[in-house]
């Protein structure tokens, strides 16, 4: 990380240029994009085993599946949600989210900030170990014009998750489907149990009562 502040000739005198609250800003949205991260994919993982287990109950409900048979289909159904898990979880949130990479995603939403934020910090790093090659007063100045160009810019929307919303809509709504079915068709709850017992489905009968003499 860069250090908090530099010191060098500005202006004719020295001048203090403190980075502290650029790296936190960066630190704060480095925070807010994996909780969005993880927020979007436990959305999707709802949605997934939500509709694996209606899928599951309604393959079962139309050919009464054996217990070995009820087996593989679960097996390929965890194959499924592994997948999701991978794809909607561990990708987004293993990306790598350094100060570099954050600045690059904010300039590239801001164009306006020209190059100035990721050369502040590039800069900030590199001044301790190259003092015979920049000028401190060089180094001071394009800090000073990064934390100043930085102050109106809202960091929180740099990175846009169009999709977030909708998932959790998907996520509200299919949850609410799956609670009304179990709570109001016992059949689905039969269903249910047989995904981890042998509970037989029950049984329809027509019964032909003879009128009394």
Not at 104 to 114: D, I, K, M, T
Not at 165 to 183: D, E, I, V
Request: glycine share 8%.
């Amino acid at each position: 990380t860069s250090p908090p502040s530099i010191l060098g000739d500005h202006g004719g005198g020295l001048k203090m240029v403190d980075l502290s609250a650029l790296e936190a800003r960066l630190a704060a949205l480095r925070r807010g994009l994996r909780l969005r991260f993880l927020w979007g994919g436990l959305a999707r993982l709802a949605v997934a085993l939500a509709l694996t287990v209606a899928a599951l109950v309604g393959l079962d409900w139309l050919i009464h599946a054996e217990r070995p048979v009820r087996a593989i289909f679960a097996a390929v159904a965890a194959g499924g949600v592994a997948m999701v898990v991978r794809r909607a979880l561990w990708k987004p949130l293993s990306l790598p989210m350094g100060d570099d990479d954050l600045a690059l995603a904010v300039e590239a939403r801001f164009p306006q900030l020209g190059d100035r934020l990721i050369s502040a910090l590039q800069l900030a790093r590199s001044a301790p170990r190259t003092r015979a090659f920049n000028s401190p007063a060089l180094v001071a100045r394009a800090l000073d014009e990064a934390v100043t160009a930085c102050a109106a810019i809202p960091f929180a929307q740099a990175v846009r998750l169009p999709a977030q919303a909708r998932w959790t809509g998907l996520a509200l709504g299919s949850g609410a489907l799956f609670a009304a079915l179990a709570w109001g068709s016992s059949g689905f709850r039969v269903g249910l149990a047989r995904l981890v017992t042998d509970r037989p489905w029950p049984s329809v009968y027509a019964l032909d009562v003879p009128a009394p003499p």
